[in-house]
Every structure is written in structure tokens, then in C-alpha cells.
């Protein structure tokens, strides 16, 4: 008899991984199958699970919800880790979304359409860095979402820094708009002021 693997793995056999079809999975099987790690995505028919998120990555989510929340007009809403149905086979989920709040359906919803998602923004980690720098961007753009921020953690001070991208209409594709550091200032979606230096601050009572 080997001896018992210590990688953690050797409980793999209490969960099946699901078979994929021979055409892939499609979105709304990502509803349906059992038993599927937290925040799984599904890109081209093919289940995408994510790694232990980092510090930053939840530092940096709390601070772009909070914010974008406190300055969303009465018409949008502000949701984090939804995912948006682009088609049949693809259902990515950005880290946070802002988009039209008659698009809320209930309680027991699990994604959004496209067409109502006004922004998306990947903070990008080490095993994401491939996705969210070129394969999610493209498909956010050929499916209409109008404003893309990749959010990646500098060099210097662990401090954000977001790389703010434009649909160019005529082509659905994004163009860049600005890379700011320390203070993110722009009037799309709507007006947004965000100090990104309070990553680390947290809110006190009055």
C-alpha cells in the first residue's frame, strides 16, 4: 500500500469532480452542479475555480465597494462577486460590478446580464493575472460592458493601482483611459473620487 499523499489531496475521492459534456458546460449548468467550489467562473465551456484570495485582494474589494456604493446615483446598484451570463458559455465573475439596479430580480438571482452592467473590475492576483489582463476584458468589451478596471498591486507601498479602460463602440473593444495611483478620479460610469492610499483604513463610529 503507498503511503498516504500529504499535499491535501488524498480526500479527493469524497467529492467527484464533474465530467464536462463533450461540448463544455454552459452557463446556466453553472447553477446546477453540485457540490462547486465558492466563486466558480465558467470561460469558454470550461470551469474556472478560484485560488485563496489574498489580503490585498479583500483590502482593495472592501474599499472600491464602499466607495463606489456611497457615490452610485439612486439608479445603480454596486454588487461584488456576481457573476454577468455574457452567453451560453461564458458567465465570468468580476470582483465588483456596477450596474442598473432595475436589473435586481430577487433574492435567489445569481447573475446579470451584460447589457446591464455599466462597469466591471478584476483585482488581479497571481493565478488570475492571464484572465483578467487579456481573456476577460475582451469578452466584457465584445459583449457591450461599457467601462473595465483592472486593479493591480504596485510595486513600492502594496498600494492599488487601476488601469481604467473605454468601449470603443465601433470596434467593442477598450481602449485605455488612465493609470492612477493614489487617488482614482473619473466621470464614468459617474463621477468617482476614490483615495486609494485608505486600502488599509477602516471605517470608525462617530
Given amino acids: 500500500m503507498s503511503a498516504a499523499s500529504d499535499d491535501g489531496l488524498d480526500d479527493e475521492a469524497a467529492y467527484r469532480w464533474p465530467i464536462p459534456p ?10 446546477r452542479i453540485p457540490g462547486l467550489p465558492p466563486h466558480t467562473e465558467l470561460i469558454d465551456g470550461s470551469l474556472v475555480f478560484m485560488s485563496p484570495q489574498t489580503a490585498f485582494h479583500a483590502r ?30 461564458n458567465r465570468p465573475e468580476p ?8 436589473a435586481n430580480t430577487g433574492t435567489k438571482q445569481t447573475w446579470y446580464e451584460p447589457e ?21 476584458p475582451r ?40 493609470i492612477f495611483h493614489n487617488r482614482l478620479e473619473v466621470t464614468l460610469p459617474f463621477d468617482i473620487e476614490i483615495d486609494l492610499t485608505a486600502i488599509d483604513r477602516r471605517r470608525t463610529g462617530a
Fill in 60 to 89: 482593495c474589494m472592501r474599499l472600491l465597494e464602499n466607495r463606489l456604493l456611497e457615490l452610485a446615483p439612486d439608479h445603480l446598484d454596486v454588487m461584488r462577486e456576481m457573476t454577468i451570463r455574457l452567453d451560453a458559455k
Fill in 139 to 178: 469578452k466584457y468589451a465584445a459583449a457591450g460592458v461599457p467601462n473595465y478596471w483592472r486593479v493591480e498591486e504596485g510595486d513600492d507601498k502594496g498600494l492599488p493601482v487601476v488601469y481604467v479602460y473605454e468601449l470603443d463602440p465601433a470596434t467593442k473593444s477598450y481602449g485605455l483611459a488612465g
Fill in 22 to 31: 463533450p461540448e463544455g458546460w454552459t452557463a446556466d449548468d453553472l447553477d
Fill in 116 to 136: 446591464d452592467v455599466l462597469l466591471a473590475v478584476e483585482v488581479v492576483s497571481a493565478d488570475s493575472r492571464e484572465r483578467d489582463r487579456d481573456v476577460k
Fill in 95 to 102: 470582483d465588483i460590478i456596477v450596474f442598473r439596479l432595475e
